[in-house]
């Protein structure tokens, strides 16, 4: 199934947030993970179509008050639309301008199948209606309270709790055998439960996401899904079940999977959060996630780029310098001095190094060599829209110094 979304950022946000700034955050900065469930376990896919591929994605947000999110949004393959206020209310364009794109699409040589519209905006009750004249699917996302014309007119409509559920809300999982707990839900039929699962898993060859588990109970068993047998949630619940052996991970969005059968989800090389890092720089840290997020920099502490840089020009001042040598031997040296760092991390700070200006021929020292990483991520910053102040570049000095 093709199919084209358009978000109203300003609209989702702002009702998220009124509910939980969690949510509303993962909404913001995670647009990949929401997008990658709406392509795998929302409900919608058509006999003939069972796969749903979103070929357009369109974002249209307000510049000055949400403009630090475009970059994640661009970085899942979202073209941004800028549509500051134009009234003294904040009222912004964004309904025009998406009214607009979508019929510009309804006649498009790809001949979408599917219109995806994130907003609670009843002016979009038209477009609507003109999409269905024209045999077009029409998915909507209504956080908060919305027309009941605009609901009635929808092929599809998003249940928000369900989205912000599985979609939004982080599993935190560990990857680790489901237990086989007793459960207070006996009655509600967790074992018809668990034998879904275990088939569902049974006909993938690689490991199910649970959204798409989620997903799958809900239609088959909505009594069940309805408060998850008093467990609040999903992953409460089916860490009771007995499934025979299937485990868990952590991995986004979790999945399900046989570690017979299949390969364990692997998380992306990307460093997750350190909470020493939190603890002892709290003033740098927000802002490091951040380039880390939307640039690769590997999310290091201060001490140990301090550490690394001390090495590159300790191998290079020895041995000279040698891409993939330097970056082995750079690896075994951190790892002797009690600091794991993988080759793939030292490999992107080598390149960084050298894109920054830096030539390994001559002047390697800690100083020359960590300005010219300064250099280079102050200029991937840029190229990923982050927007930076005076203030910021001395975070990341000192983040490298």
């Known amino acids: 199934m093709k199919s084209a979304i358009f ?18 955050s993962s909404f913001a900065k995670k647009p990949s993970q929401w997008l990658s469930w709406i392509e795998e376990s929302l409900e919608g896919h058509s006999s003939n179509n069972p796969t749903r591929r979103v070929l357009v994605r369109r974002c249209y947000l307000n510049p000055k008050t949400f403009g630090d999110y475009r970059p994640y949004f661009i970085r899942s393959a979202f073209e941004t639309i800028d549509c500051p206020s134009l009234t003294t209310q904040g009222k912004n364009s964004a309904d025009i301008h998406m009214i ?27 477009v609507l209606l003109r999409l269905r004249k024209w045999d077009k699917r029409t998915t ?62 049974a006909q993938s060859n690689k490991p199910v996401s649970m959204a798409t588990i989620a997903s799958a109970i809900r239609r088959t068993f909505p009594d069940i899904a309805d408060g998850w047998g008093g467990y609040d949630s999903f992953k409460k619940y089916v860490n009771t079940l007995n499934l025979e052996g299937l485990s868990i991970s952590n991995v986004t969005p979790g999945y399900i999977f046989d570690p017979k059968r299949h390969n364990t989800p692997k998380a992306s090389a990307q460093i997750k959060c350190d909470e020493n890092f939190k603890s ?20 290091f502490p201060p001490n140990h780029y301090k550490m690394l840089f001390n090495k590159i020009a300790t191998e290079v001042n020895l041995n000279k310098y040698h891409f993939t ?17 993988g080759r793939q991390h ?34 991937l910053c840029a190229k990923a829209q982050i927007n930076l102040n005076e203030d910021d570049i001395n975070l990341i000095v000192s983040w490298f110094s």
């Open 100 to 126: 607009l794109d979508i019929m510009d699409l309804i006649k498009h040589e790809t001949n979408f199948d599917e219109f995806i519209i994130l907003s609670a905006d009843a002016d979009f009750t038209p």
């Open 140 to 201: 909507i996302l209504s956080i908060g309270p919305s027309s009941s014309a605009y609901r009635a007119v929808a092929d599809v409509v998003i249940d928000q709790d369900q989205f912000c559920e599985e979609a939004l809300s982080d599993l935190n999982f560990d990857t680790q055998p489901v237990r086989n707990e007793p459960s207070a839900v006996q009655a509600a039929g967790p074992d018809e439960c668990g034998k879904l699962i275990v088939n569902r898993v």
């Open 346 to 379: 030292i490999n992107f700070i080598l390149r960084g190094i050298t894109f920054g200006g830096h030539d390994f021929k001559e002047n390697n020292t800690e100083d020359v060599i960590s300005k010219a990483f300064v250099k280079n991520t102050i200029t």
């Open 280 to 299: 002892e720089r709290p003033d740098l840290e927000p802002l490091a996630q951040k380039i880390s997020d939307l640039t690769d920099t590997p999310y």
């Open 7 to 24: 978000v109203d950022f300003d609209n989702i946000y702002i009702r998220l947030k009124e509910q939980d700034e969690n949510l509303a």
């Open 325 to 341: 040598y330097t970056s082995k031997a750079v690896r075994d040296a951190c790892k002797e001095a009690g600091i794991r760092i």
